[in-house]
């Protein structure tokens, strides 16, 4: 089979190397890649967002089955030109990636079906909503209504500073078209808990649960950034908060996206917070998790590709989708600065990794060699028996990746650990 992967991030490189385990895989063809990802896919220069080169691109090799990872491709529609080209995808149709697409729309539909999530009130006017902020309690909680590169999320600690985000993003266009409209929310406490699922619109199934780390230095400090290193399984999220959740938000979540006429199939992610109440939505992506993937599916015993074609053909009720016991670690290697300003172009290298591996993400090729290309670079990712064999692993594979300017977190897991 030959296989079409839109996307370019350690995400996708984690997703390709999991479907060339499948051994009816001849070809895998990455738009646009990565210079890392190079060693295992033919990259493709089409961006991520360029829908009709990707379908252009389709009609020519013509695919037999294709991934569609970021957010992006998956809101404007890349999954419904594909499919009418007569090409099985995974990944959502546009109508059901609004689920993130849409911050409104996501939070509509939770309070129409009863999903517990942080309560809410939407504006589009930057008067009224600074006339709500006034009679709120901080810390208070603004957030674009679309995609804003996982930055149209401002914590306001008070109000000075939620008057100042809702100027920025709904008068100065601070995220584009995306922040013209906000939510503000109720501002939650707890530890957060990454599930993601596959579901075909019928049945879901979650994957080993995972968490994040989104600030750019140790303690949970300085910046938000894309995700700085991840561990599995995430230790807050029991047997019995998974039936609560499975039961509350999981299901209802299905099934009120078929009530909408948007039945979402594909990988849906559930970004939860375990709050003194219950745990709540705190997002849904409708895609997998960059850095979570990296660490979900190195933990995955069935086949992926068997189960992405189960979810394109509305059959995963019939798939055993298995997880180890054991656990993963990615360590995210960003480029000094990151995520402000930081400098390209450095050679990467790897000495033997053993039992670890690297997902290559900012990495391009210059002059036949492997350089960075980005402010996360890549993940070094290690599995182990428990937790904390993993957590060492990976931070002793990390002294084994060699580049200028590289910067990474000393304390991913350590939280997980003392839960
Ligand atoms: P998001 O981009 O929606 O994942 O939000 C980024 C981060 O902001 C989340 O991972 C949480 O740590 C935090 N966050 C978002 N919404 C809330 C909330 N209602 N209460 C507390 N923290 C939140
Ligand atoms: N790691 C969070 C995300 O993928 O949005």
Sequence with gaps: MKILVVGGGGREHAIIK???????????????????????????????????????FAKANKPDFAVVAPDDPLVLGAVDRLEALGIPCF??????????????FSKNLMKKYNIPTAEYETFDDLEKATEYVRTKDMPIVIKADGLALGKGVIIAETLEEAERALVMMMSEGAFGKSGSRVVIEEFLTGPEVSVLSFTDGKTVVPMVSSMDHKRALDGDKGLNTGGMGT???????????????????????MKAMNEEGRTFKGCLYFGLMLTPKGPKVIEYNCRFGDPETQVVLPLMESDLLDVMMAVSEERLSDMEVKFSNGAACCVVHASKGYPEKYETGFEITEDDMGDAFVYYAGAKIAD????????????????????????????????????????????????????
Aim: charged share 30%.
């Design 18 to 56: 999991k479907l060339l385990e499948n051994k009816n895989v001849e070809h895998i063809w990455a738009l646009p890649g990565n210079g890392g990802i190079a060693k295992d896919a033919e990259c493709v220069n089409i961006g991520a967002k360029d829908i009709d080169g990707i379908a252009e």
């Design 91 to 104: 990944g959502p149709r546009a109508a059901a990636a609004e689920i993130e697409g849409s911050k409104i």
């Design 231 to 253: 561990i599995a399984p995430n230790p807050y999220y029991t047997k019995e908060i998974a039936d609560e959740c499975m039961e509350k938000i999981f299901l209802p979540t």
């Design 368 to 419: 036949g060699k492997v350089v960075t290309g980005g402010g996360r670079v890549l993940g070094v990712v290690a599995k182990g028996a428990c937790l904390k064999c993993a957590i060492d692993a990976a931070y002793k594979a990390s002294e084994k990746v060699h580049f200028e300017n590289d910067f990474y977190r000393k304390d991913i897991g350590q939280k997980a650990l003392k839960a």
